[in-house]
T-cell receptor, first 116, second 114 residues
């Protein structure tokens, strides 16, 4: 079965602090895809990153970075020097290439509040 | 501007009435999806469509119906059979017919049934 766990329900940080959002996944597929989405207060989900299971390279995009570790089935997301505009709910999601190939399985999300 | 539009943003209905939520995309995407989001929960798939005139049930299809007569449009009807229809509904589309590519989301419709 496909499952995504985001154990951190809510996190609060002071502006300019770094913060890491955890994501742990379960899948029986050998080929799968991992995603992070941001949901600001407006409600629309914004795509941040897609990672396939064969690419364990960490990725950095500006203040955002992602650490993918197959050995621990984790795909963690770090925001460096957080800003108030980063306040949102962040979702990690998983899609299997075989199992549930037409379904994107979402975690329950982590609400990040950045305090000015 | 390419994107996904959902209307209306807020919708109120009386219990026992069917209601249709609109979703239109001009991204030329083949696949479209409907999700339901409840407070404090992730998104759950209701229906998806990989191609015109074809659609499949997701995890929570009971009480919902869809149609895909045009590539650009994928309306969702919440029927009176849906026991807890009050929720935030999100429509999405993706270039590929399986969600191995990223999905693009609309702004959502918040449905309240009383």
């Amino acid at each position: 079965a496909q499952k995504v766990t985001q154990a951190q329900t809510e996190i609060s940080v002071v502006e300019k602090e770094d913060v890491t959002l955890d994501c742990v996944y379960e899948t029986r597929d050998t080929t799968y895809y991992l995603f992070w989405y941001k949901q600001p207060p407006s409600g629309e989900l914004v795509f941040l990153i897609r990672r396939n299971s064969f690419d364990e390279q960490n990725e950095i995009s500006g203040r955002y970075s992602w650490n993918f570790q197959k050995s621990t089935s984790s795909f963690n997301f770090t925001i460096t020097a957080s800003q108030v505009v980063d306040s949102a709910v962040y979702f990690c999601a998983l899609s299997g290439a075989v199992t549930g190939a037409n379904n994107l399985f979402f975690g329950t999300g982590t609400r990040l509040t950045v305090i000015p | 501007d390419g994107g996904i539009t959902q209307s209306p943003k807020y919708l109120f209905r009386k219990e026992g009435q069917n209601v249709t939520l609109s979703c239109e995309q001009n991204l030329n995407h083949d696949a479209m999806y409907w999700y339901r989001q409840d407070p404090g929960q992730g998104l759950r798939l209701i229906y998806y469509s990989q191609i015109v005139n074809d659609f499949q049930k997701g995890d929570i299809a009971e009480g919902y119906s869809v149609s895909r007569e045009k590539k650009e449009s994928f309306p969702l009807t919440v029927t009176s059979a849906q026991k807890n229809p009050t929720a935030f509904y999100l429509c999405a589309s993706s270039m590929d017919r399986v969600p191995t590519y990223e999905q693009y989301f609309g702004p959502g419709t918040r449905l309240t049934v009383t």
